[in-house]
């Protein structure tokens, strides 16, 4: 098992930064890539960027590459999404998943999830 806790979500402007943590506690949490999704209102919840545990690889989708950045800290179990020039569409609740895959992108693949952090952006 796996507990995930996320934290930072709140009101910004767009063009504003935001940082969003996500806390993991459990066993072997080397063995899980870690992710963040999100769900914007009326949509069905996609894929933002994730990492892996063993070898830091990084993936994101297209409309965050550039601005967003994932990493981790090993040594306090969290990831964190460093969110830059943010836009309206950015919007949403940000969840924070765990997976065994080295690569996950797809929401299937995960195995555990928090409850999320709203963000909202606004013009």
Same mark, same amino acid.
């Given at each position: 098992?796996?507990?995930?806790?996320?934290?930072?979500?709140?009101?910004?402007?767009?063009? &504003?930064?935001? @940082?969003?943590?996500?806390?993991?506690?459990?066993? +072997?949490?080397? @063995?899980?890539?870690?992710?963040?999704?999100?769900?914007?209102?009326?949509? $069905?919840?996609?894929?933002?960027?994730?990492?892996?545990?063993? &070898?830091?690889?990084?993936?994101?989708? &297209?409309?965050?590459?550039?601005?967003?950045?994932?990493?981790? +800290?090993?040594?306090?179990?969290?990831?964190?999404? $460093?969110?830059?020039?943010?836009?309206?569409? &950015?919007? #949403?609740?940000?969840?924070?998943?765990?997976?065994?895959?080295?690569? #996950?992108?797809?929401? #299937?693949?995960? +195995?555990?999830?928090?409850?999320?952090?709203?963000?909202?952006?606004?013009?």
């Amino acid at each position: 098992q796996v507990q995930l806790v996320e934290s930072g979500g709140g009101w910004v402007q767009a063009g &504003d930064s935001l @940082r969003l943590s996500c806390a993991a506690s459990g066993r +072997d949490l080397y @063995r899980y890539t870690l992710g963040w999704f999100r769900q914007a209102p009326g949509k $069905e919840r996609k894929f933002v960027a994730s990492i892996s545990w063993r &070898d830091s690889r990084a993936y994101y989708t &297209d409309s965050v590459k550039g601005r967003f950045a994932i990493s981790r +800290d090993n040594s306090k179990n969290t990831v964190s999404l $460093e969110m830059n020039s943010l836009k309206l569409e &950015d919007t #949403a609740v940000y969840y924070c998943g765990a997976a065994t895959a080295r690569i #996950a992108t797809a929401e #299937a693949t995960y +195995d555990f999830w928090g409850q999320g952090t709203q963000v909202t952006v606004s013009s």
